[in-house]
């Protein structure tokens, strides 16, 4: 596609519920990283995929979050045992070289 | 670990006035972002600086980066009510890892008629 693909646009789940998060980057681009944007903390890097490289899993506030990217490709960002502080828009970014791409996020909603 | 800080905060302008946006950031950056967010939409990317001294424009804004005092700014020429958005800066620590930013707070900006 033309840009960063995030599904779904809005989740709503309830609280102690696992979601799945689902970004698809630019086709050809190497790195892709994981956003949390929220009113309290602003923007906040999460997670980082280059090629094959181990992760950069620095920004991952707790061990219920996780997230994989397969083939190089498609991410999935799991959040076990949601919490209503996950409540957050979740963006997603690819890049090829010195500039990154942000999709239309993913706006959770724990209740 | 990088820091970046911008302001104002809040930013209400008339149509037709000028004005900058600062973002200063805590220790070496190698490349400054400037992003546009329109409410409920995503970041759009406006420049990226990679040098001192850079000077980057498009349209009635223009973007500039002084690695020296750690700062860079963003200038509104001749504001239009279409310039009306969250205007966020962003460091990045270096090396390859390009997306990988520090987002100062955001500066929301207004222009009335």
């Known amino acids: 596609g033309a840009g960063v693909s995030q599904s779904p646009s809005n989740k709503v789940t309830e609280k102690g519920k696992d979601v799945e998060l689902r970004c698809d980057p630019i086709?050809?681009?190497?790195?892709l990283y994981w956003y949390r944007q929220s009113l309290g903390q602003g923007l906040e890097f999460l997670i980082y995929?280059?090629?094959?490289?181990?992760?950069?899993k620095s920004g991952l506030p707790s061990d219920r979050f996780s997230a994989e990217r397969t083939g190089g490709s498609v991410s999935t960002l799991t959040i076990q045992r949601t919490q209503q502080e996950d409540s957050a828009v979740y963006l997603c970014?690819?890049?090829?070289?010195?500039?990154?791409?942000f999709g239309q996020g993913t706006r959770l909603t724990v209740v | 670990e990088l820091k970046v800080e911008q302001n104002p905060l809040f930013l209400s302008m008339q149509e037709g006035k000028n004005y900058t946006i600062y973002c200063n950031y805590s220790?070496?950056?190698?490349?400054l972002y400037w992003y546009r967010q329109d409410p409920g939409k995503s970041l759009e990317s406006l420049f990226v600086?990679?040098?001192?001294?850079a000077v980057k424009q498009e349209g009635r804004l223009m973007a500039s980066l002084d690695t020296k005092a750690r700062l860079s700014t963003l200038h509104i020429t001749a504001a239009v009510h279409d310039l009306s958005a969250t205007y966020f800066c962003?460091?990045?620590?270096?090396?390859?890892?390009?997306?990988?930013?520090?987002f100062g707070q955001g500066t929301i900006l207004t222009v009335h008629p």
């Open positions: 970014a690819s890049s090829f070289s010195v500039e990154a791409f």
């Open positions: 086709s050809g681009h190497t790195a």
């Open positions: 995929f280059q090629g094959n490289s181990a992760p950069d």
């Open positions: 220790t070496t950056s190698d490349r």
């Open positions: 600086l990679l040098s001192n001294g």
């Open positions: 962003a460091g990045n620590a270096g090396g390859t890892s390009y997306g990988k930013l520090t």
